[in-house]
């Protein structure tokens, strides 16, 4: 499968959101340059005009997200939070987020973001075991997914929002034929979201498949 959904669609659908501004098209600019072909992994400006709009309409403070890369996500969450919320940042890698950090200060939201660089799981588990956080993005190594679902579910109050990104793996879930970890990992994590009576779940086709969470 190569395309899930038709490119002319894709493109209107990107063409009738809301634009990404001046400094999320630099950013999104020097990612290309900066990171040639990893710069795919970026969201894309209606993923996150969808993170912004989830953020206030969920009225969330605090949001955590694992995943960083150049900080595209980051800046998206963190505009949609009110005076004094807070983004706990999550990932791996000084180089990429050092692209980030340089950006959120552009777009005046750095004094809201706290990265946290080292193994997401880890700095997840390191966190109290209670429900402090309102939203949470996923977009790191798909294989762990499960573990950080888990991990943020425990730490999200009721009304609270998980959104995982990439949960369609280029159509490669939907057959069982493909049996990469990554692949395998999705497809769990779906039936596992679409079957939990902890929550509420609705699975877009938006680019590779978003599924917006809501925990009862
Ligand atoms: C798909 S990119 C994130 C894209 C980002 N959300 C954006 O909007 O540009 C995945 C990121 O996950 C990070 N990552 C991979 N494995 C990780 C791990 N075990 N813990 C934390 N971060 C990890 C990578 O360094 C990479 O920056």
């Not at 969808?50 to 955590?64: E, I």
């Not at 660089?117 to 996923?138: K, M, N, V, W």
């Not at 034929?177 to 039936?191: I, K, S």
């Amino acid at each position: 499968m190569t395309e899930l959904v038709h490119p002319a669609v894709a493109d209107y659908t990107l063409q009738h959101s809301t634009p990404a501004d001046a400094v999320l098209r630099d950013l999104a600019a020097e990612t290309r340059t900066a990171t040639g072909g990893s710069s795919g992994m970026q969201i894309t400006a209606d993923e996150g005009a969808l993170l912004t709009m989830l953020v206030r309409l969920t009225g969330a403070r605090r949001a955590v997200e694992v995943g960083v890369f150049t900080g595209y996500s980051s800046i998206c969450i963190a505009r949609g939070l009110p005076a004094g919320g807070r983004l706990l940042a999550l990932d791996v890698s000084d180089e990429w987020t050092s692209i980030a950090a340089r950006h959120w200060e552009k777009a005046g939201v750095s004094d809201r973001i706290e990265l946290r660089l080292g193994p997401a799981l880890d700095s997840l588990r390191a966190l109290p075991a209670t429900a402090e956080y309102d939203f949470a993005f996923i977009d790191a190594d798909k294989e762990s997914y499960p573990a950080y679902y888990e991990e943020i579910l425990l730490r999200l109050r009721p009304g609270g929002v998980i959104v995982l990104d990439n949960v369609l793996q280029g159509g490669r879930v939907l057959d069982p034929v493909h049996q990469d970890p990554r692949h395998t990992a999705m497809r769990g994590l779906n039936d596992l979201v679409a079957a939990d009576d902890r929550v509420d779940a609705v699975m877009l086709p938006l680019r590779d498949g978003v599924t917006v969470i809501r925990k009862r």
